[in-house]
């Protein structure tokens, strides 16, 4: 087999994948919009049980609260550790990140398999080749930066409560600790 024939065959097994990336960029942008609501949703939870939320910490109570998904687990799993919270934290950032990080690059692989054809149109002087290679594209790659935006803000702001919600586990764990401490000298 020759080189020519390798480049052939590669130049048109690589055209097979724009419809595959297109549908995953599509997929990913549903997902990205119900990502988005649902982070909506969710933050107006914690705005409106906010501040019986953090009065329940001080005085070290486990109750659930709408919006405070890692404080509602450790509730449901009290013998829970530290580790057991993180890993369920990241389960719940997974899809996010990983949608995050993956539709820019397939918005760059949809730029990319279009170039060819788009630069044989013009070798070939075939104008309206090149304006619709182009067009999917720059659209391609502007679907799957839209994207990556979409969940960027919500991944990164969920990280952050649960890195919140996780110190509070760990002040709840305190004060009934001490108030165990306290309870077993007055036993004694």
Do not use: C
């Not at 649902?38 to 501040?51: D, L, T, V």
């Amino acid at each position: 087999m020759s080189f020519m024939a390798i480049e052939q065959l590669m130049a048109v097994v690589s055209e097979l994948f724009i419809f595959p990336v297109i549908l995953a960029i599509l997929g990913m942008f549903i997902y990205a919009l119900f990502a988005l609501g649902k982070f909506i949703s969710q933050s107006i939870m914690r705005r409106n049980a906010g501040m019986a939320y953090y009065q329940q910490i001080k005085a070290g109570q486990l109750k659930i609260n709408a919006g405070y998904q890692l404080h509602n687990y450790y509730v449901q799993n009290q013998t829970a550790t530290d580790d057991e919270l993180e890993v369920f934290a990241l389960k719940h950032l997974e899809t996010l990140r990983i949608v995050t990080r993956l539709s820019p690059m397939l918005g760059l692989i949809a730029t990319m398999i279009p170039m060819g054809p788009a630069l044989k149109s013009l070798a070939d002087g075939n104008i309206q080749g090149i304006s619709e290679n182009l067009i999917i594209a720059f659209a391609a790659v502007i679907w799957g930066l839209m994207v990556s935006i979409l969940t960027f803000w919500p991944a990164s702001v969920k990280k952050r409560w649960f890195a919140d919600e996780m110190i509070n586990v760990r002040k709840i764990r305190n004060i009934n600790e001490t108030d165990k401490d306290e309870s077993l000298k007055d036993a004694a």
